[in-house]
C-alpha cells in the first residue's frame, strides 16, 4: 500500500506539472508576483457588523463588517441580495466602520479603513454605492485618515464624514467635492447626526457633543457630561431632542433648542452602542454591549418615562447596531456575533436571523507527529433549506495532510493531541486583566520571577485571547481582537513579526510539536496554519455547518469537499467600474479547472512552505490578469423573473449573454434537470437569445452553463412557479430507467470482495419498481450484478449503458453502482467488474475496468436527467470529492454515503445492507420518511438530507454528500400520491 500511494503521488504531481506547462504555454506573458485573492462567502459575515443602516421603503438592509465587505439584504424575501468586498490586502484595510444609506434610497455610501498608508488620502477613502446593486459610482478621497462615522443631509445634498484624526468633513453630493472640514474634537469621531440640512452633531472618542452650523462654517455649540466615549446619537423626527449613548453606560437626553442636559436615562447597563428613534418619534431602540458572552441587549424605550418598554436578547456578544424598519412592526439588529437578527415588536420575539455557514473555532491543536491538526468547532446555527434553524452541536474535525490526500472528517478529539504550551520548562504563561478590565496584559515568568509583561491598549486589540511558548521556551505567540496575532522574543518581549491574515479576533492557538508551525483559529470562522520562522500564512481551512470545507493557499489554489467552492470567491477587477480598486466576487468554481489543485494545497501544508518556495518546477502561479482575460460570457436569464408565478406551460426563455473573455465552446439549457445544448446567436455569444421551454405545474428550475476553451464556466439559474390546475388531469410523467450494478465477487481480486452488493442494487430495484404510477408513468429495470440479472463483467456494464440511451427528453435515470471504486496506477479513478484482470503487483488492467469518468461523460450525453447512487468507496483509496465534482460539472446529480477519502466498511453488523442503500430504502420506501415537508412527495434535497442522518447514525465517520447540477431543481424522486391522477398508463 505504501509503494501504491508513492506511485500515486507521483503521477499526480507529474499530471499537476503537464496542467501548468499548458497554462503557460497559453499564457507567456503572466507574471508571477499577482497571486489571486480570494474571498469567504459563506452567506453571511465572518466578522463583527460594524455599520447598518435601513432603506427609507423598509426594503433593503445595508451591513458592513470588519470582514471587508457591504452586504445588501432583502427584508422581504430575507436573504442576501449582494455582497461586495472592499479591498483584499491582509491585516485590516479594507474594515468597515461605518455607511448611510441616502435619503432617496438609491446610493449607500461606505467608510472605514480603505487602504493606503497613514496621510494617504485613501486611507479614508469614502464609496458611493448604488442600491441595491451595489455598483460603485463613485470614490470620494479627501480624508486621510480612516472614517468611523457617515451621515447624508435629510435634503441628501451633503455628505458628513468623522474620522479618526478628530475631523468631521463636508462633501457636495452635487459636486462630488469636499466644502469644509471641522476641527474640534480631540480624538476619533465615533458618531454623526444632522438635526436638520444645517445643523449637525458629532460625538467623540473626548466624551464631547458638538453641534456645527453649515451657514456658520463654526461650532454652535458643545455638549458635555459623559465620561467615556461617545458612542452614539439619534435626533428626534422633529428635531428637538437628541439622545447619546456613551461607553460609560449612560444615555443622556438633550434639548437641541436650549442647547442644555435635560436628564439621564438609567437604563443600568454597560456600554451605549447605538440609539435609534422611532418614525413617530415615540420609542427609541438602545442597544449595548461589553466585554465577554452574553453581554448584548435590545431595549425599546419609551423616550418620556425613560422606561424599558421591550427587551430583547439573544445576542451573544455586543450590539453595535439597531435600527426600526420603516413601515413595518420590525427592528434590526446587528453586532460582534456577526448576525444580523430581525425582531417583531409587536409580539415580542425574534422573527429571522441572517447568518451564514460558518462556524466559530474554539480550539486548536496538533497531532503527536504535525502530520495532521484539530480543531473544535462551537455551537453553531444550521439554516434548513425552508429557513428555519436548529443548533448544530460542537464538534471535533481533523484535517490529515501528510498521508498522500487531503480531506476533513469529525473525530473523537484524542487524548494526545497537542494544544499551546503554556509551561516549557521553568517558564509559564500567565494572562492579566488590566487597568481597562480586559485580559490585556501577557505576563512571562521564570522561577516565578517575572520576565516582561505585553500590554495590550483598546489600539492595539485589547486582549490576550490566546497565548502559546513555542516548545523551546524562546518565543511566545499571542492573538488578540480584530485578527491581531504576533509572536514575542521571550529574552526582551520585543515583538518579532506578525502573522496577517485574520479579520477576526483570534480565539486559540498552538505549535506544532517540532515548532515549525503555527494553526490559529478566529472568529472570522477559519483556521489558519503558518510558517512559525517567516510569518508566512500557508493554508486557510473554512468548515461550514453543512458539512462542506474548503482549504486553499495563498496563491489562490484550493482542495475541498463536493460542493465546498460554493464557499470562496476570487476577486478580480470589476467590469463595471473604472477604479479598478473596487473588486468583483468571481465564484471559485469559475476557474476550478486551474486553481482545484489538492495535491499542491497538500504539498504547501505538509511541507510548511508556500506555493512559491517548493521545488523549481514548471509551476506557474495563476494570476488575476489571466483569470480576467479568460472569463467565460456573462449569463442572466432575463425572462422569466426569478420567483415568478406563470399563467401557461409554453414559456419563451430570454437569455442574456456578454462576452467577457474567452467565447464558450458550448453553452447549455436545462429545465427541471432536463438538458439541451443551445444553439449559437448569430450575432455571436453576445447580446439576446430567446429559447422556447415548456414548464411543468408546481415549481419549475432552469438554468443555463457556458464553458470556455480554456475551462471557465459561468452559470445561471432562476425558479419560477406555474400553478396547478385541480381539474384538470395531470400530463404523463415520464418513464423511470434504473440500472443497478453490483459486484461482490472478484475473483482474481478476492481480498476485496463485498458482502451484500447483489442485494443493494435488487432491494433498491424492487423499491423503484413500486413508483410505477407514483411519479413515473412506467418503470423499466435493468441489473447486472452477481445473483441477478446479467453478470457484472465490463461488457455487460457497457451493454447496459448503452441500453439507457433509449431514455427520452422527459424520462428519468437512476444508476446505483455497489462495488470496488478505486484508484488505478495513473491515478484514474475505475469501478472494478467480475472480470477484473491485474496489471503487476498493484495495478489493474486498463481494459478490463470501468473507467468511471467516461461513464458521467457518457450519462452526462443522456437526454434523460440522471442520478447516480454511488456506493463504490469500500477498500479505497478513491476521492469521492474528485468523482462529485466532475459529475456536477457534467450535468450528472450524484448521491454517495461518503465523500473525499472516507470509506464504508464491508459490512455493519446492525444492518444487512450498505448505509447508502439502507437510507435510500427507508427514506423512499413505505411511509416516504424522507418526505420532511410532508407533501407526500420526496425531492432530491429531502433525500439527501434523510440519507445524510441516517448513514451518519450508522457510522458518524462517514460524510455522505449529494451534489446538483446547475438547472436540476428540487425535482421529485418518489411521490405518494400521483398514481390517481395518472392517464395512460400501462
Not at 458592513?64 to 472592499?86: A, N
Not at 503527536?368 to 480543531?375: A, L, N, T
Not at 450524484?894 to 442503500?917: D, E, F, N
Request: proline share 5%; net charge neutral; with cysteine.
Amino acid at each position: 500500500m505504501e509503494n501504491g500511494f508513492t506511485r500515486r503521488g507521483a503521477v499526480g504531481m507529474l499530471k499537476l506539472i503537464i496542467l501548468f506547462l499548458a497554462v503557460v504555454a497559453c499564457l507567456p506573458s503572466v507574471a508571477r508576483s499577482q497571486p489571486v485573492p480570494m474571498i469567504v462567502d459563506t452567506g453571511g459575515h465572518t466578522a463583527s457588523i460594524r455599520a447598518m443602516d435601513v432603506s427609507r421603503n423598509g426594503r433593503w438592509l445595508v451591513t458592513g463588517s470588519e470582514d471587508k465587505t457591504v452586504r445588501i439584504w432583502d427584508v422581504i424575501q430575507k436573504h442576501c441580495l449582494q455582497m461586495i468586498p472592499m479591498t483584499s490586502p491582509p491585516g485590516l484595510q479594507g474594515t468597515v466602520f461605518a455607511l448611510d444609506i441616502a435619503p432617496d434610497d438609491r446610493i449607500v455610501a461606505v467608510g472605514g479603513l480603505m487602504g493606503g498608508q497613514p496621510g494617504d488620502v485613501a486611507m479614508g477613502r469614502v464609496l458611493l454605492l448604488s442600491l441595491p446593486e451595489g455598483t460603485c459610482i463613485a470614490t470620494l478621497e479627501h480624508a486621510p485618515s480612516p472614517v468611523h462615522a457617515i451621515a447624508f443631509s435629510p435634503d441628501g445634498r451633503l455628505l458628513a464624514a468623522g474620522s479618526e484624526d478628530g475631523i468631521v468633513r463636508i462633501w457636495d453630493m452635487d459636486q462630488g467635492t469636499l466644502v469644509h472640514s471641522f476641527h474640534g474634537h480631540g480624538g476619533t469621531v465615533g458618531c454623526l447626526a444632522w438635526i436638520d440640512a444645517s445643523r449637525l452633531v458629532s460625538g467623540g472618542d473626548d466624551g464631547r457633543i458638538l453641534v456645527w452650523g453649515m451657514d456658520e462654517l463654526a461650532p454652535i455649540g458643545t455638549l458635555s457630561g459623559h465620561t467615556g466615549r461617545v458612542a452614539c446619537l439619534a435626533v428626534s423626527p422633529d428635531g428637538t431632542m437628541l439622545v447619546s449613548g456613551s461607553h460609560d453606560g449612560s444615555v443622556r437626553e438633550w434639548d437641541l433648542a436650549a442647547m442644555q442636559h435635560v436628564r439621564q436615562w438609567s437604563l443600568q447597563t454597560a456600554s451605549i452602542l447605538s440609539l435609534s428613534f422611532r418614525g413617530d418619534g415615540k420609542f427609541v431602540l438602545a442597544t449595548t454591549g461589553g466585554l465577554g458572552l452574553g453581554s448584548g441587549r435590545c431595549m425599546i424605550v419609551d423616550p418620556e418615562t425613560a422606561r424599558v418598554k421591550t427587551l430583547f436578547s439573544g445576542h451573544v456578544q455586543g450590539v453595535n447596531e439597531g435600527l426600526f424598519v420603516p413601515g413595518t412592526s420590525l427592528v434590526a439588529t446587528a453586532g460582534e456575533d456577526q448576525t444580523v437578527r430581525l425582531w417583531d415588536t409587536q409580539k415580542g420575539r425574534l422573527v429571522h436571523r441572517f447568518v451564514g455557514r460558518g462556524c466559530r473555532i474554539t480550539e486548536v491543536g496538533f497531532g503527536p507527529g504535525g502530520d495532521r491538526i484539530f480543531w473544535k468547532i462551537g455551537p453553531s446555527v444550521l439554516r434548513a433549506p425552508d429557513n428555519t434553524t436548529h443548533a448544530v452541536r460542537p464538534e471535533t474535525l481533523e484535517m490529515r495532510f501528510q498521508e498522500g490526500y487531503l480531506d476533513v472528517a469529525a473525530v473523537s478529539l484524542p487524548a494526545d493531541v497537542q494544544g499551546p504550551f503554556l509551561n516549557v520548562g521553568t517558564r509559564r504563561l500567565v494572562r492579566n486583566v488590566g487597568a481597562d478590565a480586559t485580559r490585556s496584559l501577557l505576563e512571562v515568568y521564570d522561577h516565578d520571577q517575572r520576565r516582561f509583561m505585553i500590554n495590550r491598549t483598546y489600539e492595539d486589540k485589547r486582549e490576550h485571547t490566546a497565548a502559546s511558548f513555542t516548545p523551546d521556551g524562546r518565543y511566545v505567540v499571542s492573538g488578540g481582537g480584530r485578527g491581531a496575532l504576533a509572536m514575542y522574543r521571550v529574552q526582551d518581549g520585543v515583538k518579532v513579526r506578525d502573522f496577517k491574515g485574520h479579520t477576526g479576533g483570534v480565539t486559540c492557538l498552538a505549535v506544532s510539536p517540532d515548532g515549525t508551525r503555527l494553526v490559529s483559529g478566529s472568529l472570522d470562522q477559519t483556521v489558519r496554519l503558518w510558517n512559525l520562522a517567516t510569518g508566512e500564512l500557508l493554508a486557510t481551512i473554512l468548515y461550514a455547518t453543512n458539512d462542506e470545507w474548503i482549504a486553499w493557499i495563498p496563491a489562490g489554489y484550493y482542495a475541498c469537499s463536493p460542493s465546498g467552492e460554493s464557499l470562496l470567491g476570487c476577486l478580480l477587477a470589476s467590469e463595471n467600474n473604472n477604479n479598478h480598486d473596487i473588486l468583483q466576487v468571481v465564484p471559485a468554481e469559475t476557474f476550478a479547472r486551474y486553481l482545484y489543485q489538492p495535491d499542491l494545497v497538500r504539498a504547501t501544508i505538509s511541507q510548511g512552505r508556500s506555493a512559491a518556495a517548493l521545488d523549481r518546477t514548471a509551476l506557474l502561479p495563476v494570476t488575476s490578469e489571466f483569470l480576467s482575460r479568460h472569463r467565460p460570457p456573462g449569463i442572466d436569464l432575463v425572462s422569466p423573473a426569478d420567483g415568478a408565478v406563470l399563467g401557461s406551460r409554453q414559456q419563451e426563455l430570454l437569455v442574456s449573454l456578454h462576452a467577457r473573455g474567452d467565447d464558450p465552446i458550448s453553452c447549455r439549457l436545462r429545465v427541471n434537470g432536463f438538458g439541451r445544448d443551445m444553439p449559437q446567436p448569430e450575432a455571436g455569444w453576445s447580446g439576446h437569445l430567446r429559447v422556447p421551454v415548456v414548464l411543468e405545474p408546481g415549481e419549475n428550475t432552469v438554468g443555463c452553463v457556458c464553458e470556455g476553451p480554456h475551462g471557465a464556466r459561468s452559470s445561471a439559474e432562476i425558479q419560477v412557479h406555474l400553478p396547478e390546475d385541480g381539474n384538470a388531469t395531470r400530463k404523463m410523467p415520464g418513464d423511470l430507467y434504473y440500472l443497478g450494478v453490483g459486484v461482490e465477487r472478484l475473483g482474481a481480486f478476492a481480498h476485496m470482495d463485498l458482502p451484500t452488493s447483489s442485494d443493494d442494487v435488487k432491494m433498491v430495484a424492487r423499491l423503484f419498481t413500486t413508483l410505477r404510477g407514483r411519479g413515473y408513468a412506467k418503470v423499466h429495470e435493468r441489473l447486472v450484478s452477481d445473483d441477478y440479472g446479467h453478470p457484472p463483467t465490463r461488457a455487460h456494464i457497457h451493454d447496459a449503458l448503452a441500453w439507457l440511451e433509449q431514455a427520452g427528453p422527459r424520462d428519468t435515470i437512476i444508476v446505483m453502482l455497489a462495488g470496488q471504486g478505486v484508484l488505478d496506477q495513473d491515478d484514474r479513478p475505475v469501478f472494478l467488474p467480475r472480470d477484473t484482470r491485474p496489471l503487476g503487483r498493484h495495478g489493474y488492467a486498463w481494459e478490463s475496468v470501468v473507467d468511471i469518468d467516461s461513464l458521467l461523460v457518457r450519462l452526462g450525453k443522456l437526454k434523460a436527467r440522471t442520478l447516480v447512487l454511488c456506493d463504490v468507496a469500500h477498500t479505497g483509496p478513491l476521492d469521492m470529492t474528485r468523482i462529485m465534482r466532475r459529475a456536477r460539472a457534467l450535468g450528472v446529480a450524484v448521491l454517495s454515503a461518503t465523500r473525499g477519502w472516507q470509506k464504508t466498511a464491508p459490512a455493519y453488523a446492525s444492518i444487512p445492507c450498505s448505509p447508502l442503500a439502507y437510507a435510500v430504502f427507508k427514506g423512499i420506501g413505505p411511509g416516504l420518511l424522507a418526505d420532511a415537508s410532508g407533501d407526500g412527495r420526496v425531492d432530491l434535497d429531502e433525500l439527501g438530507a434523510y440519507v445524510t442522518r441516517e448513514v451518519q447514525a450508522i457510522d458518524r465517520k462517514l460524510v455522505p454528500s449529494l451534489v446538483v447540477p446547475v438547472g436540476y431543481g428540487q425535482w421529485m424522486v418518489a411521490d405518494s400520491g400521483m398514481g390517481s391522477r395518472v392517464t395512460g398508463r400501462d
